[in-house]
């Protein structure tokens, strides 16, 4: 008898259920695969996508329109991103968001009858696209995110998890599986980053898989110091004020969160929207109701009032590394394991730099619909009974625990998240990054990681997710430090103060890896680190 308390077979499994992993779950099913897709919330309602308005990367297919689009970013990213790659997303995001449109998402229409397709409302969105998933068939376990895949020697096969609510365990086998987590915020408290916590890079890890562009993440937004809405296109609009109400100079220009976070290390500092007209103000309102929420509810008038504002910590939410994938299906180098949105690389497109929105949100459909597409014909070439193969689980052998431990000595998890954003959070230590300063942190987050590999972890609650989360937020920080440690210059949004400039034999990207031992290389360094080696899951299996 089986020790789970759920046991479903699929061809292709999907983790995550945000944008992207909702487009390659309908996406796979179109193709003919049985899909389950497992969430660590509720489909349809979690991740940051849906609590948000969000820009979105939409380009008419004309020569110049698509140049401009291009180009646009390419100087702020570094000269990383892949024209081949821009151009594929553009046209599917055009494609997909047609496709929105025609299965009738609210698109404003102007007095001309212009449907407007460059920006979606995520509950409007998000909504449609679990009742699409659902019409296809997919199965949905909603509040049941993974713990650990499932290997063998031929690839994954699948993954187990819980159920947060019922407490019931669940395993799924299947012959592909589509990460689609998101990607980490380290529980800074920003609008639906609360179960972004890295997991899926921490699996994929375990796996074998690499990432990418972990360096690139080093993204604070703006936001009042009472909320957690990080709508730092707002702030365009805003003049940045000291406590006795001097004038920031310089914090409004291109530079300015830098000039802004300098400013913070000492002090507060505050912000008045008052370069708004009415036009503006009442377009404000209209894209991002949740922005003044937290306003109305304390009595304040943003346009006229100053208020507090901080730099919270999105990480790779708004950074642009992720796991580094191989091909144009979103394919890891790990047979059968598929990456998308969040939780996929975005320097492809993006570089070393994004926002909000945007790039962000025609990457999630682009790349869910890619991997989709490629993890259901991986699945069925291997034929219907792929998926059962009684492969193992791969959170023992890495040495991550995927269970409250009972040992004496066991760390909180709470105190463990609390020693990892101890690092990343002040903007002295990932903000203005030096090499002395990465390596002080890299060297107290692998005593942190030893720790909680070797005396095990607790969790107050005895609940095994925060478990997970911890280890996962352990690690994704541990890559971002190697990897902004490998690349000794200032390119992106990583900052160098030891390095202040570009460095042109430096353009290429850093791939990274490891969880006793990270490691990070330039992308095509095999001498880098030890190639032979088996990975975790080879491991796992021999």
């Keep these: 008898m089986s020790q789970f308390d759920l046991n479903v077979q699929a061809d292709v499994l999907v983790i995550g259920g945000g944008p992207s992993g909702a487009w390659a779950a309908l996406t796979a099913a179109r193709e003919g695969a049985r899909v389950v897709l497992v969430d660590k919330g509720y489909c349809g309602t979690s991740g940051a996508t849906a609590p948000s308005g969000t820009g979105l990367w939409y380009v008419h297919p004309t ?140 699996l994929a890890a375990e796996a074998g898989a690499e990432l990418s562009g972990m360096e690139f993440s080093t993204a604070y937004s703006l936001a009042p110091a009472f909320s957690p809405v990080t709508k730092s296109a707002f702030y365009v609009w805003a003049t940045f004020y000291y406590e006795d109400g001097r004038v920031i100079e310089g914090a409004g220009s291109q530079r300015g969160r830098s000039v802004i976070a300098r400013t913070l290390l000492s002090q507060p500092v505050y912000a008045r929207l008052d370069k708004a007209d009415e036009a503006v103000k009442t377009a404000m309102r209209q894209a991002q109701p949740n922005f003044f929420l937290s306003f109305d509810r304390l009595g304040i008038d943003p346009f006229t009032q100053k208020f507090p504002v901080t730099l919270r910590f999105e990480g790779t939410v708004r950074g642009t ?7 144009e299906t979103c394919a890891t180098k790990v047979p059968g394991l598929y990456a998308a949105g969040d939780a996929a690389t975005r320097e492809l497109i993006c570089g070393g730099f994004t926002g909000g929105g945007s790039h962000n949100a025609a990457w999630a459909m682009s790349s869910g619909y890619w991997s989709g597409e490629g993890a259901a014909r991986y699945a069925l070439k291997l034929g219907r009974h792929a998926a059962d193969r009684g492969a193992r689980g791969l959170a023992e052998a890495s040495g991550v625990p995927k269970l409250a431990s009972e040992r004496p000595g066991a760390v909180e998890a709470s105190d463990i998240v609390k020693a990892v954003q101890a690092e990343v959070f002040p903007y002295d230590r990932n903000w203005f990054r030096t090499g002395d300063g990465m390596k002080g942190s890299l060297g107290r987050l692998d005593d942190v990681w030893r720790e909680l590999t070797r005396s095990g972890v607790y969790a107050a609650d005895s609940n095994a997710v925060r478990v997970r989360e911890a280890a996962a937020m352990t690690a994704t920080a541990r890559w971002m430090f190697a990897s902004g440690l490998e690349r000794r210059e200032t390119r992106g949004m990583h900052r160098r103060e030891d390095f202040p400039g570009q460095d042109q034999a430096q353009r290429h990207r850093i791939v990274s890896g490891g969880l006793e031992q990270v490691w990070a290389k330039p992308l095509g360094d095999a001498g880098a680190h030890d190639e032979t080696k088996p990975t975790t899951r080879e491991a796992a299996v021999s």
């Design 321 to 327: 590394g992720g796991i580094h994938i191989v091909d």
């Design 63 to 202: 020569e110049e329109e698509r140049e401009a689009a291009m180009k646009s970013r390419e100087a702020l990213g570094g000269y990383l991103a892949e024209r081949g790659w821009m151009k594929r997303v553009l046209d599917r995001t055009y494609s997909n968001t047609n496709q929105l449109a025609e299965w009738g998402y609210p698109f404003p229409v102007d007095e001309q009858g212009e449907s407007h397709r460059r920006s979606l409302q995520g509950p409007d969105y998000m909504k449609l696209m679990r009742r699409k998933v659902q019409q296809a068939g997919v199965r949905i376990l909603d509040h049941s995110p993974a713990l650990e895949l499932l290997a063998d020697e031929h690839g994954v096969a699948g993954a187990t998890g819980i159920n947060n609510q019922t407490k019931l365990t669940w395993r799924v086998e299947a012959a592909a599986v589509v990460i689609a987590t998101g990607g980490c915020a380290f529980l800074s408290k920003a609008l639906g980053t609360n179960v972004l916590t890295g997991d899926g890079y921490l």
